[in-house]
């Protein structure tokens, strides 16, 4: 149990660091009720479209068995979810953030997020390198999942983008040479 919880701060350490040095825009912690985490990364989380739906995100990772350490109700850690990495999910008012941490050279570059819209809802790529959840029938959106962004231990930009294939969405990180830790930033909101 020790070891997880050492993961637990060095994953929340390198990311508070990071989050920082980003500055004051970044979108807080929230309680959110309409939010609902699974245990492990496996059953993913639940997340709200401004029509009063839900969206479930789902984590494709290798370590999908990995029990959530609870760090507050809004703050969760999975230690380990793949090779030297950890993910630090955050839920903010409307959504959540998956603050990845990749701590070396061995980590994967590639996270996969299979995604499961209720019908009626399509992904729509914006010139960003996000997606926009739209309402087939009235074309609005009604959530957003922005375009990812990486940085390194000496807050030098990473390349992260993302790719769709069908209802899943590959985040993809090039950190080779990079410093580590590097923490990748997927966030979704409403």
């Known amino acids: 149990m020790r070891h997880a919880r050492d993961g637990a701060a060095a994953a929340m350490s390198a990311a508070s660091r990071v989050l ?44 999908t068995d990995t029990v959530a350490q609870l760090l507050r109700p809004t703050l969760r850690a999975f230690v380990g979810i793949d090779v030297d990495t950890d993910m630090v999910a955050q839920t903010t008012l409307g959504g959540i953030r998956l603050l ?6 061995d980590a994967p570059s590639e996270f996969r997020f299979p995604l499961s ?12 390198g996000g997606y926009d959840v739209v309402h087939l029938r009235y074309g609005a959106t009604v959530g957003h999942l922005f375009s990812p962004w990486a940085c390194d231990s000496m807050f030098r930009q990473v390349k992260a983008d993302y790719a769709l294939d069908g209802s899943v969405i590959t985040m993809r990180v090039q950190h080779e040479g990079a410093a580590y830790p590097v923490v990748a930033d997927p966030r979704y909101a409403r």
């Open 20 to 63: 920082v040095a980003r500055g004051g825009n970044e979108p807080q912690e929230h309680d959110d009720p309409d939010v609902a985490w699974g245990r492990r990364p496996r059953d993913g989380v639940w997340v709200p479209t401004k029509d009063g739906q839900r969206v479930h995100v789902g984590f494709d990772l290798t370590a």
């Open 100 to 105: 990845t941490v990749l701590h070396g050279p």
């Open 117 to 128: 819209l209720p019908d009626g809802l399509a992904l729509e790529a914006m010139p960003s």
